[in-house]
Nanobody
């Protein structure tokens, strides 16, 4: 069974940065698209970013464009989400997910229709 484990969450002040890590096992990154998603209390899950398996092309939610970067480390079998200029509205549990199908976006929103999920890591942006 595929396994994804998120880490790197924590408390950060507005304007600060965090780097989330998604460690994957029992599969390799070149075979799966990897997405980052988040869910804030009382809100629906939102697609944040996705990186395609072969081309490495990336998608970002409008709310994080220019602030977040998704990238892969094949040697470490990890996918990272570098989050800069964090805002209180970025507070959420962040999840990574994997799927054999390509990243897709519907009406500008990254699809969360992915087969394999981690358990999440909490990011709190507060002064």
């Amino acid at each position: 069974q595929l396994r994804l484990v998120e880490s790197g969450g924590g408390l950060v002040q507005p304007g600060g940065s965090l780097r989330l890590s998604c460690a994957v096992s029992r599969f390799t990154l070149d075979n799966y698209a990897i997405g980052w998603f988040r869910q804030a209390p009382g809100k629906e899950r939102e697609g944040v970013s996705c990186i395609s398996r072969s081309s490495g092309s990336t998608n970002y939610a409008d709310s994080v464009k220019g602030r977040f970067i998704i990238f892969r480390d094949f040697a470490a079998n990890k996918v990272y989400l570098q989050m800069n200029s964090l805002k209180p509205e970025d507070t959420a549990v962040y999840y990574c997910a994997a799927d054999l199908r390509p990243c897709t976006a519907v009406a500008g929103k990254i699809s969360s229709d992915m087969d394999h999920w981690g358990k999440g890591t909490l990011v709190t942006v507060s002064s």
